[in-house]
């Protein structure tokens, strides 16, 4: 599913989720947000991330490939709500790589560049 760069700037995250709900035709509670993000084209990885388990999700695209990164240690409940919030990023943003946490939002230059590192390497397992 693709949406046009013009709707992307005019449009409210809401919009969003409402558009991507209508073209899949979901009109039931629970949301399928693993299967919206696959057909979307976005793999994702479940992995527990370092530290102190702030870190909830990140999105790394690169030559083509999506992969959406989830903090296997958080609860089901947080894991799902981290990947629609990345599902949120794959379709209005630009960029390659998006680090979402719960808690801290100024780390280090050392430590951004190990999540960095660390993410890379799970989408090396993804056969990214």
Known sequence: MTIQREEKKAMTPEQHAQKILSELKIREAPVPVE?????????????????KGELSGMLLRDK????IGI????????QRFSIAHEIGHL??????????????????????????????????????
């Open 35 to 51: 299967d919206i993000a696959a057909r979307l084209g976005a793999k994702i990885s479940f992995e527990p991330f370092e530290g």
């Open 64 to 67: 083509g490939q999506t992969v």
């Open 71 to 78: 903090n296997s240690s958080h609860p089901t409940v947080r």
């Open 91 to 128: 379709v209005m943003h630009q960029g390659s790589v998006y680090v979402d946490q719960t808690v801290r939002f100024n780390r280090d230059s050392k430590s951004s560049m190990a999540i960095l590192k660390r993410f890379r390497q799970m989408a090396l397992r993804q056969n990214f």
